[in-house]
């Protein structure tokens, strides 16, 4: 459960963070990118736990949290350069 919130959280956090650099001029890598809305990115996040969980496959929420802690850190570390 505890990695289902981190998930979800970290998924919002890059949300916000992808905000700020987008506000500086940086430019967006993925191409999948829907705009720059948290509570889109946190449903979304949301969805992709829900289905995890339902096939059962919650395991793997712990190396998409990973991944995404380095997503994460990456656009942390953009705010300073």
Avoid: H, Q
Wanted: hydrophobic share 65%; charged share 10%.
């Amino acid at each position: 459960m505890i990695n289902s919130l981190v998930f979800i959280g970290l998924n919002i956090l890059d949300a916000y963070w992808t905000k700020c650099n987008l506000a500086r001029g940086a430019l967006e890598l993925n191409p999948f990118v829907f705009g720059d809305s948290m509570l889109a990115k946190g449903l979304l996040a949301l969805a992709a736990v829900v289905f995890l969980y339902y096939m059962g496959w919650e395991k793997w929420l712990l190396p998409m949290s990973i991944v995404m802690i380095g997503i994460v850190a990456w656009n942390f570390f953009m705010l300073w350069l």
